[in-house]
Each structure stands twice: as structure tokens, then as C-alpha cells.
Nanobody, 124 residues
Framework: QVQVVESGGGLAQAGGSLRLSCAASGGSSSNYFMGWFRQAPGKEREFVAAISASGSRTYYADSVKGRFTISRANAKNTMYLQMNSLKPEDTAVYYC?????????????????WGQGTQVTVSS
């Protein structure tokens, strides 16, 4: 079973940028549909973005569309989330997730493998 680990979180000011990385180890993630989710205190885990196994298809929550970009480099076994024009509302723990196979879902329940999360804090 592959493991995934997020990195790149931190503190940013409103309007700033961060890039999150999700590195897979223990196997290839190239046959997995991948996604990013986030969870703020007191809120449910929320879909952010997803990408097909090949990287040819991407999906975004309305709240981040036009600001965030999901990508993957399968040769490096790594997925990214480029976050621009950050807002205080983006503050959350961000999780990398993998879904076995290559089927789209925006539901956390449908994902099979999760990273430990990385904190993103955006100040106003």
C-alpha cells in the first residue's frame, strides 16, 4: 500500500500564495485518482480539488476555482496544489487523498488513503 505525505503548508497573508506537495512512497500512485481536501475547526472535511490518474482531468470546488491549481508529476510520484490569491477562509488543515482506481469523487468517504495533513493559515 502506498503512503502519501503532505508538505508545504504554513502561514501566508491574504492575497499570497503557497504550494502544497503530496509525495507518495511505498509504491506508485500513478494508477490512483488523487484529491485534496481541507478541514477547518468545527467544520466538515471539504473537497478542494481532484485529478485523474493521468492528470488529464481536473476538478475544483467552486470556492477555489480560478485560484488553486492541482497537478501531478507521476514520474516523481508527487501531486501538487498551487494556491494563489489566498483568503482567510482558506485556513484549514489540508489533506492529500488517493482513491483506488481512477474514478472521480468529491466525497471524502470515497477516498481510500490519506496523508497526515498540513496546516495552512491565512491571515487577514
Amino acid at each position: 500500500q502506498v503512503q502519501v505525505v503532505e508538505s508545504g503548508g504554513g502561514l501566508a497573508q491574504a492575497g499570497g500564495s503557497l504550494r502544497l506537495s503530496c509525495a507518495a512512497s511505498g509504491g506508485s500512485s500513478s494508477n490512483y485518482f488523487m484529491g485534496w481536501f481541507r478541514q477547518a475547526p468545527g467544520k466538515e472535511r471539504e473537497f478542494v480539488a481532484a485529478i485523474s490518474a493521468s492528470g488529464s482531468r481536473t476538478y475544483y470546488a467552486d470556492s477555489v476555482k480560478g485560484r488553486f491549481t492541482i497537478s501531478r508529476a507521476n514520474a516523481k510520484n508527487t501531486m501538487y496544489l498551487q494556491m494563489n490569491s489566498l483568503k482567510p477562509e482558506d485556513t484549514a488543515v489540508y489533506y492529500c487523498a488517493a482513491r483506488f482506481g481512477d474514478r472521480y469523487s468529491d466525497r471524502a468517504y470515497d477516498y481510500d488513503l490519506w496523508g497526515q495533513g498540513t496546516q495552512v493559515t491565512v491571515s487577514s
